[in-house]
């Protein structure tokens, strides 16, 4: 099939090098042309090799090559931060709110919160290598940190949490799934509504078996690999 030799031959390019990590390439008329092709056969291909992590496509600026995966153990690894920083991958966090908001039920039940309770929550954008790469939810029950509402929107709550309150994940209860992107994530993270995100939940839990974390990774399938050792 012609979208397959079309895959193969942007795909042997990125092997060889001449496509770089972040590399743009051209627009798809501009591809389907060198092709001899439709733009229809030519998305085929390209999205077969955003499938397989090759490349991604981000929204009114076209297709690029992907960089290398990062490995994160979500099983040990609690602190997004700390994974980047070791595998010397450059960063940026920002805010995109900081909230005091009552638990919904599927919230309440992971933290073993009773009917009523509030967490503060904290949504943030993850930009990877110069990337929009991902949208981080935290929640942290109000009523087991007192003094927890002052906290800095800025701030990283699982050092914060760890700092003022000594709390310190024991063991991580994990949850991996992909699921399509909210309308916040895709305009986020400049993704057409519904693109496919990998979905990463951690529930932190201390040495006293309470779970004091549910943090919620939304991350492109292409930058990270999981590895649960």
């Not at 599927?106 to 993850?126: G, N």
């Not at 310190?168 to 949850?175: D, F, G, I, L």
């Not at 399509?180 to 839990?205: F, H, K, V």
Request: glycine share 2%.
């Amino acid at each position: 099939m012609q979208y397959l030799m079309i895959k193969d031959a942007i795909e042997e390019q990125i092997q060889s090098g001449m496509l770089k990590a972040g590399h743009k390439l051209p627009s798809e008329r501009v591809l389907a042309e060198s092709f001899s092709t439709t733009r229809i056969t030519l998305r085929e291909a390209l999205n077969h090799l955003a499938l397989s992590g090759k490349v991604y496509k981000e929204e009114r600026r076209g297709w690029f090559v992907s960089t290398d995966t990062l490995s994160f153990n979500p099983v040990t690894d609690t602190d997004f931060a700390k994974v980047c920083q070791k595998q010397k991958w450059h960063y940026a966090v920002s805010s995109i709110s900081a909230q005091r908001v009552l638990a919904p039920k599927e919230i309440a039940e992971t933290l073993q919160l009773p009917p009523f309770s509030y967490v503060i929550m904290q949504t943030k954008l993850w930009t990877i290598e110069g990337r929009k790469a991902a949208v981080q939810y935290q929640y942290a029950p109000e009523k087991r940190f007192s003094n927890i509402v002052m906290i800095d929107e800025d701030a990283n709550l699982t050092e914060y949490l760890k700092v003022h309150y000594l709390c310190e994940s024991q063991k991580n209860r994990v949850k991996v799934e992909v699921v399509p992107a909210t309308e916040l994530e895709s305009s986020t993270l400049n993704i057409s509504s519904g693109s496919m995100l990998m979905s990463i939940t951690q529930t932190a839990i201390n040495n006293q078996n309470i779970s004091y974390l549910l943090q919620v990774l939304r991350i492109s399938h292409d930058l990270v690999t999981i590895e649960i050792e």
